[in-house]
T-cell receptor, first 114, second 112 residues
Framework: KAGVTQTPRYLIKTRGQQVTLSCSPI?????VSWYQQTPGQGLQFLFE???????NKGNFPGRFSGRQFSNSRSEMNVSTLELGDSALYLC?????????????FGSGTQLSVL | DQQVKQNSPSLSVQEGRISILNCDYT??????FLWYKKYPAEGPTFLIS?????DKNEDGRFTVFLNKSAKHLSLHIVPSQPGDSAVYFC???????????FGGGTRLMVKP
């Protein structure tokens, strides 16, 4: 069974640009959540989607948005990039929300904003 | 304001000895705690968890202890192995079943 797939693996953007990251969950998983990892800050929750609906949202500005498609694939978008948005963005999937032991993470997209 | 804190960014231990990773939290609504392990270039993987109704949970070489009055949990790895070298994140979930709140991580290095 394929794991959680995130594309692209690496991205370099400049300030002011926008970026879209993609996440394909494990087959059969309907819950997808996104996290931002920065050195010293750990993983900070961005949002969680289940059945195409945003279930929870973390404390991030409106420049961060996401969506989930009917096949459970998810995308997140960051507009008007800032230097501080440089981070590893991780996607995780599970069969349903709340199944934290059964939360499977992808390898992440490393975003560098110059 | 970080609700889950791992105050030691790194820890170095000799192979065969005990590794103790610590985690403190501030939100009394947290009722479920987890530890994840992360190798470079990979996503975190679930390691062990504990419910707030317990004070200890053991799985092989890994034991998690929870002290609710101190709002503190710790992960013990005995004996430590070089393959345990990774970044360890503790995480907490509130009793509303909402998203996980992670700590900043502790990088464990186990020396042969």
């Amino acid at each position: 069974k394929a794991g959680v797939t995130q594309t692209p693996r690496y991205l370099i953007k400049t300030r002011g640009q926008q970026v879209t990251l993609s996440c394909s969950p494990i087959s059969g998983h309907r819950s997808v959540s996104w996290y931002q990892q920065t050195p010293g800050q750990g993983l900070q929750f961005l949002f969680e989607y289940f059945s195409e609906t945003q279930r929870n949202k973390g404390n991030f500005p409106g420049r961060f948005s996401g969506r989930q498609f009917s096949n459970s694939r998810s995308e997140m978008n960051v507009s008007t990039l800032e230097l501080g948005d440089s981070a590893l963005y991780l996607c995780a999937s599970s069969l349903a929300p709340g199944l934290n032991e059964k939360l499977f993470f992808g390898s992440g997209t490393q975003l560098s904003v110059l | 304001d970080q609700q889950v804190k791992q105050n030691s960014p790194s820890l170095s231990v000799q192979e065969g000895r005990i590794s103790i990773l610590n985690c403190d939290y501030t939100n009394s609504m947290f009722d479920y705690f987890l530890w994840y392990k992360k190798y470079p270039a990979e996503g975190p993987t679930f390691l062990i968890s504990i419910s707030s109704i317990k004070d200890k949970n053991e799985d092989g070489r890994f034991t998690v202890f929870l002290n609710k009055s101190a709002k503190h949990l710790s992960l013990h790895i005995v004996p430590s192995q070089p393959g345990d070298s990774a970044v360890y994140f503790c995480a907490a979930r509130d009793n509303a079943g909402n998203m996980l709140t992670f700590g900043g991580g502790t990088r464990l290095m186990v020396k042969p």
